[in-house]
């Protein structure tokens, strides 16, 4: 399976930008398709989750209210809508596949697959 990450770019804080993670090789429909990010010098961390199944989503703390996860599933895809961005939000943003079970959603190591990332970068 294949993950293409896109529609990273540059806005001023409390823009919008939303990303999508398309797949190929593989359907989404058994999966829990996630987003995390990683800023120069620290961990990655997680974002945001969809359960494709069902639909449930998780998210960050750091960006309940803001960003949206929600999924497509006739085009195998899966979107993230960040509105209200902020400079700490400035980081390469993967996506991932994987099958947690939910107290592991957040975890890196619970996903399989990881896209090649997008950067999304928030000017003060």
């Known amino acids: 399976v294949q993950l293409q990450a896109s529609g990273g770019g540059m806005v001023q804080t409390g823009g919008s930008l939303r990303l999508s993670c398309a797949a190929s090789?593989?359907?989404?429909?058994?999966?829990?398709v996630a987003w995390f990010r990683q800023a120069p010098g620290k961990e990655r961390e997680f974002v945001a989750a969809?359960?494709?199944?069902?639909?449930?989503?998780y998210y960050a703390d750091s960006v309940k209210g803001r960003f949206t996860i929600s999924r497509d599933p006739a085009k195998n895809t899966v979107y993230l809508q960040m509105n209200s961005l902020k400079p700490e939000d400035t980081a390469v943003y993967y996506c991932?596949?994987?099958?947690?079970?939910?107290?592991?959603?957040?975890?890196?190591?619970?996903?399989?697959?990881w896209g090649q990332g997008t950067l999304v970068t928030v000017s003060s």
């Open positions: 969809i359960r494709q199944s069902v639909g449930t989503t």
């Open positions: 090789g593989r359907t989404l429909g058994t999966y829990a």
């Open positions: 991932a596949i994987g099958r947690p079970v939910s107290s592991y959603i957040q975890r890196t190591g619970s996903y399989n697959y």
